[in-house]
Every structure is written in C-alpha cells, then in structure tokens.
T-cell receptor
Framework: AQKITQTQPGMFVQEKEAVTLDCTYDTSDPSYGLFWYKQPSSGEMIFLIYQGSYDQQNATEGRYSLNFQKARKSANLVISASQLGDSAMYFCAMREGGKEKLTFGTGTRLTIIP | GAVVSQHPSWVICKSGTSVKIECRSLDFQATTMFWYRQFPKQSLMLMATSNEGSKATYEQGVEKDKFLINHASLTLSTLTVTSAHPEDSSFYIC???????????FGPGTRLLVL
C-alpha cells in the first residue's frame, strides 16, 4: 500500500485564486511528521511547511497552510492568493516515528494561469 | 539559513567513467545527509542515508559498490557513481539535516547524462 497518496497529477488554477493540493497518508505509527516541498522546473526541492502528528494547530507559513485532518489521515496543502511563481511540482512527504527516511508521494503539477 | 549546495549542477560523461557529486551544507552542520534519485516525471527515490563518520545505509536494490557515498565531515557528503552507464543517467539530489529526524533541506540537484 502507498504510504503517501497524491491523487491529483495536475492542476490548473487561475492567478490569485486559492488552491488545495491533496495528500493522504497511511501509517500505524502514532508519531510522524508531514512535509510539503515545491520543485520548480529548475529541479531544486524547496521546503514549504511541516506538520507534526501531535501538533494541535494546523501549520501555517505565509501563504501556505496545511489542512491537517488526523482522523481522515489527510494533510492537504492550501496556497492562498496564488501567483505565477507558484507553478511547480508539489510533493507531500512523511517521516514515521524516529526514522530518518522521508517517503514521498508522486507529486502534483500545479500550473497557475494568468 | 539552511542552504545546501551541490556540485556539479550537470555532467555529461562517457560510459565507463566515474563521476563524483558533492553535497555541502553551507550554513549549518549536517549530521545526516541523504541521496535521492529522480527519473523524469517521477518522485524522489531514496538511495542512501549517511551519517557523519559512519558508513552509509543503502536502500534495498541500490548497489553500494556502484554508488559510493562518503560523509567525512559535518558539511560535506559525496556520491561517486562508479563505471557509469547510460542507465545511470538521472537527476541526483541530496538533502541535509542537522539531526536524523530534523527537516531535510535539499540541494539544487545534479543532472547526469552518460553517453
């Protein structure tokens, strides 16, 4: 079974609109961390936001927020007021317990339309 | 903060040659570094995890004699692709973290093309 599932291979969104990128995860470990990374066409992976499984509040970083629904095992990324520069691949990732390894989803390609 | 560099950014080499890729953490000490491989339009696949001063831990299916990893200091890890072949052509990207369970910060990646 996939540990991280991103069901949207691609999305097109109008500039200035908000966008939600879906991510569901599967783990039996009560302690885990969820990450979102952005990968522009240049290839670098840019860390966006982190949510710990025990965090009481949803994580926010500027225009990025994480809609963490623990019971549903979802960790959707919300980008408010999208910009052309937001066009990129977005990867959701999970680290379980005290493990070092990150497991990545298959990614969502977001295209912002002017 | 949390800047990771990689060198070279791209390399083209002949089949049979060895290629060394460097990964450096510029503004923090990286106890742990990770090496990933990414094929076009696919996700990142972890190749190995290296802790400073220790032997790297390789993922299943990754040949340790083919992909040599050295993490001799808290700011530098190297990946050497030995006797590269066309099927080794890929995008290699490293990440570094201050501790094994801290946030991983990624380098810009290295595109390898083996002719």
């Amino acid at each position: 079974a996939q540990k991280i599932t991103q069901t949207q291979p691609g999305m097109f969104v109008q500039e200035k609109e908000a966008v939600t990128l879906d991510c569901t995860y599967d783990t039996s470990d009560p302690s885990y961390g969820l990450f979102w990374y952005k990968q522009p066409s240049s290839g670098e992976m840019i860390f966006l936001i982190y949510q710990g499984s025990y965090d009481q509040q949803n994580a926010t970083e500027g225009r990025y927020s994480l809609n963490f629904q623990k019971a549903r095992k979802s960790a959707n990324l919300v980008i408010s007021a999208s910009q052309l520069g937001d066009s990129a691949m977005y990867f959701c990732a999970m680290r379980e317990g005290g493990k070092e390894k990150l497991t990545f989803g298959t990614g969502t390609r977001l295209t912002i339309i002017p | 903060g949390a800047v990771v560099s990689q060198h070279p950014s791209w390399v083209i080499c002949k089949s049979g040659t060895s290629v060394k890729i460097e990964c450096r953490s510029l503004d923090f000490q990286a106890t742990t570094m990770f090496w990933y491989r990414q094929f076009p339009k696919q996700s990142l696949m972890l190749m190995a995890t290296s802790n400073e001063g220790s032997k790297a831990t390789y993922e299943q299916g990754v040949e340790k004699d083919k992909f040599l990893i050295n993490h001799a200091s808290l700011t530098l890890s190297t990946l050497t692709v030995t006797s590269a072949h066309p099927e080794d052509s890929s995008f290699y990207i490293c990440s570094a973290s201050q501790g094994p369970v801290d946030t991983q910060y990624f380098g810009p990646g290295t595109r390898l093309l083996v002719l």
